[in-house]
């Protein structure tokens, strides 16, 4: 490995304060050629904030960054960019209506005469793709792709810019095993052509498997690091949350009553969609769900909420058919849902916490005019009860962790008391203490007689927290496995899960 | 220190975004009472209030359409047809040319205050339709029913008997007295209609601060999708506000033709342009889910006392014009670097 000239890229004692809090003190990371570099901590430990001000979208207070030993001070993301330095983000930011290559040559597109050169746009993208092994046309409308295909195109695009910086931000929380795979088969050949990637993630195993070096950070400070080599899972989660976590579930504590819930034969609407789905769902039971990308579990979800609209089938709660036709008689009906997409679905980014908190609760607070001590004791309970780290309940949602953003929707649905909680990957882009939180959170529910439905990517987790799992393949229902016969400590049980996801596709 | 004193900067900067408008406003009110020092008379500052009342009211019907994250370019159209029904039903049983030569005795007002609501919320409801079930945008909307607001008031006024389209007129004397009459206290003489608009801002306040309405209104222009995943009936809510909207425009298009006192058809013209740059004023967001109705009636009253005393310096009236425009893009401009998250 080439450490005698100088890092590709040095941050040193980076600070950065907001009003109230210090976000980052003193921060530093030093990234090598050629290497994948993890930075790693909880949210809100400073990781983006250290991003931000690397990208200029913050004004650091203090510090310095240094590229090839040169120091460097970018205006915006675009000059970063000018510079060798491209990110690509959690949530992607893309114009969904144009097409593929009008989006990797935006605000460049190539010109011949003053007139866009579509054809060399065209050439230009298909060999980055090809040199890639991405399979994707180029003329292909951006909002009709896959996530995980978007997230490989945005990658492309950095490097069409000659990136020699990469920053991927949880680059594989939407995607498959197999997808995660051609990912760091990308990055490996980025790196082997002298890129430095920043790559950031929750996953423990994917950081072992792809970096050379972490770097971990706590409340906006440098704690550690280190060569991946030295690591180890338990050791990383040690120094992100300076406690010794011995398991990364929580007890089982809920035991399933009788049937809450029965979806006969339901069918979505409007394609893509799922079909024929029925299943039943006990009080206190948790179920989860999985499958693959394109899987349809996110369509069932939306459906049974009446978001997305149903074809045919039945609902019935507690034997009764109920009308979820619309996401306001779910509510009603005393179903509540976590949608994947936080920002785009979730929350209310001008508005405070307040409002973020009651604002699906609204019905309860008098019929005409609303009782506001009521409203603020319940923000207060959501804040308490489910440990939002904010500095008062007046704060924007916006100025949020993701953690805290997701933790205040879900003390949102608490607040209406549902019976049944649909829950969209509920940790995702969430760090592991939070993890821990919110698995803890899902079992005390459950043990007080709610009924869970959960969709997760993540196989651990719903081993880990789940009494059967209810496996999705291509839009069809390939099986339900139960815990103590299927899984939970049983070998072979993530293959049997597999195996019955790749069922139909 | 270094610090302390980057934090009373941002600080300083904040409260000067935050206040700018009234700032630069209050500063243009200064500098004419101190060239006209005569400016600042009660009488002025009450007819400035009067003057801002029926824009105002229309502007507290819009500024829940911008919450909205949407616009309303039938507002004086619509007014303006509202007015004439109400003329028509207000004239004096005496005055021959009348609209209604049957009509021998002054109906009681409510009649035609309901008629006049009654028109503006037809036109409401149809904006408000198509914004929420056709998903059409707000703009496109109101800028066909405007037209047709337009058409169908020309239609209704030259209906009337004589076969002429000319200006209804002559009202009887108890609608005078109830929408443009004063109230005296002493020797003050306080316009009813700034009455009026004052206890509609405050129920609109209660209806945009303490009801479910106003929560759920305030979801659907901050994030639609968000609100109907929250169990928010989208449709529903843009249906009210429209609704609510409607019924503030018949209230202002009944007030307003007794203050003029001779509607034609093109009474109302141009008064969105003044409802809507109220609200911006009054920091209602273009963008959805921002805005007080604190920030409206002031937004108004400024607006009106902007006009009011360019015409008592005597600024050459187009000149008002430009200025009147410099006020709205400022306005938006300063309104638009509150939302940018830049840090």
């Not at chain 1, 969709?455 to 815990?483: H, K, Q, T, W, Y």
Request: hydrophobic share 45%; aromatic share 6%.
């Amino acid at each position: 490995m080439k450490t005698t000239q100088a890092p590709l890229l040095e941050m040193t004692d980076i600070d950065k304060a907001f009003p109230g809090v210090q976000a980052l003190s003193k921060a530093q990371l030093t990234l090598r050629a050629g290497t994948v570099h993890s930075l790693m901590g909880e949210n809100g430990a400073g990781k983006s904030t250290l991003m931000k001000c690397l990208f200029g979208i913050y004004n650091k207070d203090a510090g310095e960054i240094r590229m090839d030993g040169k120091k460097v001070d970018f205006r915006d993301p675009r000059d970063a960019l000018d510079n060798g330095v491209a990110m690509v983000h959690q949530e992607l930011n893309q114009v969904l209506r144009r097409n593929v290559m009008e989006n990797i040559w935006l605000g460049r597109v190539p010109l011949k005469r003053g007139l866009v050169d579509t054809d060399k746009m065209y050439r230009e993208t298909k060999a980055i793709f090809d040199e890639l092994q991405m399979d994707i046309d180029p003329r292909a409308i951006i909002g009709s792709l896959s996530v995980s295909n978007r997230q490989m195109i945005e990658i492309a695009k950095a490097v069409s810019f000659n990136a020699r910086i990469l920053v991927l931000d949880e680059p594989t929380s939407s995607l498959t095993e197999k997808e995660v795979t051609h990912l760091f088969q990308i990055i490996r050949h980025l790196t082997q052509r002298g890129v430095g990637i920043i790559y950031i993630s929750h996953k423990m195993d994917e950081i072992l498997r792809i970096s050379d070096d972490v770097t971990i950070m706590r409340d906006g400070m440098w704690i550690a690091t280190r060569q991946a080599k030295e690591l180890t899972t338990a050791e990383i989660i040690r120094l992100m949350v300076n406690r010794e976590m011995t398991q990364r579930f929580p007890p089982k504590t809920n035991t399933p009553g009788g049937v809450a819930l029965e979806v006969k034969n339901l069918c979505g609407k409007h394609e893509p969609t799922f079909k024929d789905v029925s299943f039943t769902l006990r009080k206190g039971e948790i179920l989860g769900v999985s499958g693959l990308v394109g899987s349809r579990r996110t369509e069932l979800l939306n459906t049974l909420f009446g978001f997305y609209a149903k074809e045919s089938g039945d609902i019935l709660l507690n034997g009764q058919p109920v009308d979820n036709s619309q996401p306001d008689k779910a509510t009603r009906n005393g179903f509540s849902l976590l949608t994947e997409e936080r920002r785009a679905t979730g929350i209310f980014p001008q508005a405070n916490i307040t409002f973020n908190s009651i604002i699906a609760n609204v019905r309860s607070y008098g019929k005409l005019l609303l009782d506001s001590k009521k409203m603020n004791s319940d923000t207060d309970w959501v804040i308490d009860a489910i440990n939002v780290k904010t500095p008062s309940k007046r704060t924007l949602i916006r100025s949020l962790s993701g953690g805290n953003q997701q933790k205040v929707i879900i003390g949102r649905w608490l607040l209406t008391a549902p019976e049944v909680l649909l829950l969209d990957e509920p940790t995702r882009g969430i760090d592991v203490g939070a993890k821990y939180e919110i698995y803890s959170l899902i079992l005390k529910l459950a043990g007080e007689g709610k009924s869970v439905i959960m969709v997760s990517s993540e196989m651990p987790e719903l081993i880990g927290i789940c009494d059967r799992i209810l496996v999705m393949s291509n839009g069809r229902m390939a099986g339900i496995v139960e815990r103590g016969k299927d899984f939970g400590d049983i070998p072979g049980e993530q293959e049997t899960i597999l195996t019955l996801a790749a069922m139909y596709v | 220190m270094q610090h302390a004193k980057t934090l009373n900067k941002q600080r300083v900067v904040d409260f000067f975004l935050h206040y700018a408008m009234y700032i630069i406003l209050l500063a243009i009110l200064v500098t004419v009472s101190i060239i006209k020092p005569n400016f600042l008379a009660l009488g002025n500052i009450l007819n400035i209030l009067k003057q801002a009342s029926t824009k105002g009211i229309l502007a507290l019907g819009c500024a829940g359409l911008i919450v909205l994250a949407g616009t309303d370019l039938s507002i004086g159209r619509v007014m303006g047809f509202s007015a004439a029904v109400t003329a028509a039903l207000v004239q004096s049983v005496t005055y021959r040319s009348r609209y209604f030569p049957e009509m021998v005795a002054d109906l009681p007002l409510i009649v035609p205050l309901l008629a006049s609501i009654a028109v503006a919320v037809a036109f409401s409801l149809i904006n408000g339709f198509g914004v929420s079930k056709l998903k059409m945008h707000a703009f496109i909307i109101t800028l066909g029913t405007q037209l047709i607001a337009f058409g169908a008031n020309c239609l209704f006024i030259e209906a009337q008997p004589s076969g002429t389209a000319q200006a209804l007129s002559t009202f009887n004397q108890t609608f005078k007295d109830v929408a443009a009459g004063d109230l005296i206290l002493g020797t003050v003489k306080i316009p009813l209609v700034v009455l009026y608009f004052l206890g509609l801002a405050a129920i609109m306040w209660v209806v945009w601060n303490k009801t479910r309405l106003g929560k759920n209104m305030f979801a659907v222009g901050g994030n639609e999708e968000a609100a109907r995943v929250s169990g928010v009936n989208v449709v529903k809510t843009i249906m009210l506000v429209y609704l609510i909207a409607g019924v503030l425009y018949g209230i202002a298009g009944f007030l307003e033709a007794a203050r003029i006192q001779s509607v034609g058809a093109n009474t109302g013209l141009g008064y969105e342009t003044d409802a809507i740059s109220a609200c911006v004023i009054g920091g209602v967001s273009f963008s959805g889910g921002v805005g007080t109705i604190q920030g409206v009636v002031i937004g108004a009253v400024i607006l009106q006392a902007i006009n009011f005393s360019l015409n008592f310096i005597g600024v050459n009236p187009y000149y008002q014009y430009i200025i009147r425009g410099l006020i709205i893009v400022l306005a938006v401009a300063i309104d638009v670097r509150k939302y940018i998250v830049k840090k």
